[in-house]
Every structure is written in structure tokens, then in C-alpha cells.
């Protein structure tokens, strides 16, 4: 008696020899190139368009022209005061972070979890509202710590009317730039470190030399191309800058490039090709820069590191553990409370005053903020919008790219790594006049629109968002999308039911970074941004150019309290995602 035919193999036999994970992600593939070719367009199309018609149009103002009109416009001044504040903040940042690095990484007087904090101190508060903050705290008349220190001198017969500190001068101009590259500089010397072969440091001390001999003759000259990484970043990042030259160079009357591009697009009339030449140049500067930077990395990854399984001596400071204690919490303090604090006493006052009458304090201008005045309102959610909308498709964009990235050896993913890096090196007024340019006429006439500022801000944020990405997907073992492969899995389906899940903490973290930024950006909103469709960053520098302070910092404060409650929940639920 026969019996019936054998039934088919079940699907789980292996996929055929010479079909790798790479042909079963084709179509994935061409997702990511699609995504990648929008985004190249989106960064050539701007630049292109700035450089055409500063050189080739028929209105480019020639060699000659060029050089007139830059006179015209002061360049020369505001170059070296670009130059100099950039160099001076930079130095001064340089110095404190990679001190602050070695003393948490190398001393025994690492601070643990309250030196982490560091890197994420940028995070807690958006960068306006901070530097906002600063001015409330040290404006030389209205000033609150001024208001403070005054009657304190009055007491000791030492009366004065204005200061004693004053935000806004060249000093505190350069402390404030300073005090937000910082974290920088220490997350890039903190991580060459701790990968550091512990056996030179440990050489040194056996041959008798002490902590400090060790230190300048042994390990900084090991972490040497960190520190000129950190350089190289600052640079990029002085240059770029916006908000302190802004609300506090403006103040000070001193004047840095990014400001004085946004002054001419601004003025009347506006003089949009010589914010294009400032701009082109301020590229070309960072950009080079950047290009230096990434040089550098390259000898510095092909440099072998031995001893990884050797912790690091700990060098004893003795008696001065507790004052660079002291001082590192200081730091975290004045770079993240006290912006705070100011923000809410003022927030609570009726109008800015250096003296705090507790009698006056009331709610009023959050009512104002958040019921009565209808721009605030509608700034508020645009952002908050616009940080989700922008953070989700920005990490789910990455992660489509990285995944497609990683199963292409050859030319793609090459291709995708340059065109998503790219934007690292171009500062945001550029790319916000770029967008100007093409997106605010014509057929693609986008000026004032949600959409604008979205595709602004993913071009801006796809280098951060690109590195969270790759953190996650180099999490995820390959083995785990080869079984999916046997298993005839579709490719939507292993990217939703086995890479997502598995990469949603680190994609989490990029989220939450995106957000942030985004939520809270000013330099492309405030060229991009229209009165229709308000935002944070846009309202606050109108409202700081007319004078309603308290509205500001009450602003400011929800926008605060709103990113802290936006990063907890993203946190909590990424972490129970991964359970």
C-alpha cells in the first residue's frame, strides 16, 4: 500500500549557498537609497544654489565686487573678533575639559556618576533658555547675583549701582561660549583615556616619576591627537555658534560671523549675497576643520592599544582631591542650576528686577505664556511637534540607512556615510539661508510651513542621529538576522520584529538628543520659522529683542520642565521596551 507524497520541506530549510544577507535586504536597500538621495539633494540642492549664484549668476559681484562688498559689510572686524573669541573660549574650554576628564578618569578625585553628568549638561536646559538664564543672573544693573552682590558691598560700606560683574563684556562673553563647549571637550578626552594602554602611565611611576611628570610627559602626549580632535571641534563649533553671540556678543557689541549673517538677511534691504559669500566662507572654515578632524581619528584608530585588561592606576591628590571635587560640582551647578534658577525667579516676577520682592511673585506670566497670548501657545506645541515628529523620523530614517549601510560592503555604504556626515560641517545659519534660498519661492515654496523647518532640522541632526544608529545597530548580533533569513522572514519584518526592539535603547538615547535639539533650535528657525507657525527658539529671540523678560524666562521654564518630562518618558519607555 502506497503512502501519500511527502509533504514540501517546511520553510525553515537554508537559504540557498552564495545568497547572503545582503541580497535579502534588496529591497531595503533601495529604501535607504532613495532616503539617501533625498538627502543629497537636500544638501546639494541649498549649497549649490549659494554657490551658483554667488559666483555664476548673472548678479555675482566679480573678484573685485567681492572684495568691496566685504569691506562694505565690516567682514574684516567681525573675522578677528570671530578669531579671537573663538580662540580665547576654545583655549579656556580646552583647558577646563580635558582637566575635568583626567581628574574624574586618572585622580582620585573622580566625582562617579555626578562626573557623567558632564557630557549631558548641553541636555538639560535648551541652549537660548540657558544662556537667557545667564543674563537674568548677571546683567550689570538688572542682574539678580549682581542685585546680591551689591548689597553685600553696600553692608561693608563698598556701594555700587551697577555690576559688579558684568555679562555683558568681552570677558563674559568668552566665559559663557566656554561654558557650553566644555562638555566637548571632555566626552573626546575622557573617551581616549579610558582607552588608554595603562602600562605607559604605569612605566612612569615605576621608574619614580610623580603624578604631574607623568601626566605632561606620558599621558598627553599619548592623548595628543585627542586633544587636537577637541581643537578641531571647537573651531567648528565657535564658528558656528549662535545663540551666546546673539543675545550676549549683541550685548557686549561684539559681533561674530553667524550673527552678521543673519543681520544681513535681515535688514532692510536685506543683502542676501553677501550673507552668502560670510556664509560660504564660514563652511569652508568648518568644513576644513571637520575634514582635519576626521584625519586625525583615522592615524589615531590605526594607532594599537594594548593592556585592556589592566585598570588604570588611580593618582592620589591628597588634600586637593576635595577642592577639584568642589570645583567640578561647581561647574555642573553654574553650567546647569543656576541658568535655571534665574530663569524662575524671573519667570515669577512682573517685571525684571535684580531685587526679589516675594510679595510681587505670582503666576502670572506662565497664564500669559500658556492661556492668554496665542504666538506663545501656538510656539510651544509647534515645538514640542516638531521635536516628536522630526526626532522619530530622524532616528527611523538613521536606522533604515545603517541597517542597509552595514549589509553593503562596497560603494553604498560609503556613499551613505559621507552624505549624512556631511552636514556636520556645515553650521546651521548656512544651512537656514541655503533653505531661504530654494524653499521660500517658486514652485518649492515652503517658507513658513512645518515642513521646512522638518527637512531643515534632519538635515542638521542626521549626523547625531547617524551615530546613535550605527551605537545600536553594532549592538545587534549578525547571527540573529541570518536566522531570520532561514526562516523566509520578509524584510520589513526582521527590521520590525528583531533589529527595532533590540536597537530601541540606543535609538531611545538618539531620540532623546533629537528632540532636544530640535525642540529648542534657533539658529535655522529663526530664518526659517514664520509667524503662522511660531517656535520656541524664533519667539523667544523676538521677544528678547523687545524686551518682555519675564515672558522669556517663563517660556523658557515650560519649555524646561516639558523637555524633562519628554526625556523620562522616553528613558522609561525605551527601558521597558527592551525588558
Not at 555626578?114 to 538639560?124: D, K, S, T
Request: proline fraction near 5%.
Amino acid at each position: 500500500m502506497h503512502g501519500r507524497a511527502a509533504p514540501p520541506a517546511p520553510a525553515t530549510e537554508t537559504a540557498p549557498a552564495g545568497q547572503s544577507l545582503a541580497g535579502r535586504l534588496i529591497s531595503l536597500r533601495t529604501l535607504a537609497l532613495v532616503i539617501a538621495a533625498l538627502l543629497c539633494a537636500l544638501i546639494i540642492y541649498p549649497i549649490g544654489t549659494m554657490i551658483l549664484r554667488a559666483f555664476f549668476s548673472p548678479t555675482a559681484v566679480g573678484d573685485e565686487g567681492i572684495i568691496k562688498a566685504l569691506a562694505d559689510t565690516g567682514f574684516v572686524p567681525v573675522l578677528v573678533n570671530t578669531l579671537v573669541v573663538v580662540g580665547l573660549s576654545g583655549t579656556l574650554a580646552l583647558v577646563v575639559g580635558a582637566t575635568f576628564a583626567w581628574l574624574n578618569e586618572r585622580t582620585d578625585a573622580s566625582t562617579g556618576w555626578i562626573g557623567g553628568l558632564l557630557p549631558l549638561v548641553p541636555l538639560l536646559v535648551p541652549q537660548i533658555a540657558g544662556v537667557a538664564g545667564w543674563v537674568m543672573l548677571l546683567a550689570p544693573q538688572a542682574g539678580i547675583v549682581n542685585g546680591l552682590l551689591r548689597d553685600g558691598l553696600t553692608f561693608i560700606g563698598l556701594p555700587m549701582r551697577t555690576g559688579p560683574v558684568n555679562i555683558y563684556s568681552f570677558g563674559g562673553f568668552v566665559a559663557i561660549m566656554a561654558l557650553y563647549m566644555v562638555p566637548y571637550v571632555y566626552l573626546t578626552v575622557s573617551a581616549a583615556l579610558q582607552n588608554l594602554d595603562p602600562h605607559l602611565e604605569e612605566a612612569s611611576r615605576l621608574c619614580r616619576a610623580g603624578a604631574f611628570t607623568t601626566l605632561r610627559r606620558v599621558t598627553l602626549p599619548a592623548i595628543r591627537p585627542a586633544l587636537m580632535a577637541s581643537v578641531l571641534l571647537l573651531i567648528m563649533m565657535g564658528f558656528a555658534i549662535f545663540s551666546v553671540p546673539v543675545v550676549i556678543g549683541s550685548g557686549a557689541h561684539i559681533e561674530l560671523l553667524s550673527v552678521k549673517i543673519y543681520r544681513l538677511i535681515y535688514t532692510y534691504p536685506p543683502r542676501t549675497d553677501l550673507a552668502i559669500l560670510l556664509g560660504l566662507f564660514l563652511t569652508f572654515v568648518v568644513q576644513s576643520a571637520l575634514l582635519l578632524q576626521a584625519w586625525i581619528a583615522s592615524l589615531n584608530r590605526a594607532a594599537t592599544i594594548g593592556g585592556k585588561g589592566l585598570r588604570a592606576a588611580t593618582t592620589k591628590l591628597g588634600p586637593w582631591r576635595f577642592v577639584a571635587r568642589a570645583v567640578m560640582i561647581i561647574y555642573l551647578l553654574a553650567a546647569a542650576v543656576l541658568p535655571v534658577v534665574g530663569l524662575a525667579i524671573v519667570s515669577l516676577q512682573p517685571f525684571w528686577s535684580a531685587r526679589i520682592n516675594f510679595s510681587v511673585l505670582d503666576l502670572q506670566n506662565y497664564v500669559t505664556v500658556l492661556v492668554e497670548n496665542d504666538i506663545t501657545r501656538r510656539a510651544l506645541f509647534n515645538s514640542v511637534v516638531l521635536g516628536i515628529v522630526g526626532g522619530t523620523v530622524g532616528m527611523l530614517i538613521a536606522a533604515i540607512l545603517v541597517v542597509a549601510a552595514k549589509s553593503e560592503r562596497r560603494w553604498f555604504g560609503r556613499a551613505v556615510d559621507i552624505i549624512t556626515a556631511t552636514p556636520a560641517g556645515i553650521p546651521h545659519v548656512v544651512i537656514g539661508v541655503g533653505f531661504v534660498l530654494c524653499f521660500s519661492s517658486g514652485w518649492l515654496n515652503l517658507s513658513g510651513g512645518f515642513l521646512i523647518l522638518i527637512l531643515a532640522y534632519l538635515v542638521m541632526n542626521m549626523p547625531q542621529a547617524m551615530r546613535s544608529a550605527a551605537a545600536a545597530v553594532d549592538q545587534v548580533g549578525r547571527e540573529l538576522l541570518e536566522a531570520s533569513q532561514v526562516f523566509r522572514a520578509s524584510q520589513g519584518r526582521t527590521f520590525r520584529r528583531i533589529l527595532l526592539p533590540l536597537m530601541l535603547p540606543s535609538l531611545g538615547a538618539g531620540w532623546i538628543i533629537l528632540f532636544v535639539q530640535m525642540s529648542g533650535e534657533l539658529t535655522a528657525s529663526a530664518l526659517l520659522a514664520g509667524t503662522t507657525n511660531p517656535v520656541v527658539g524664533q519667539v523667544i529671540l523676538d521677544f528678547w529683542q523687545n524686551g518682555s523678560f519675564p515672558q522669556i524666562a517663563a517660556l523658557a521654564m515650560t519649555m524646561t520642565l516639558i523637555n524633562a518630562i519628554v526625556v523620562v518618558a522616553a528613558l522609561r519607555l525605551a527601558r521597558g521596551r527592551a525588558r
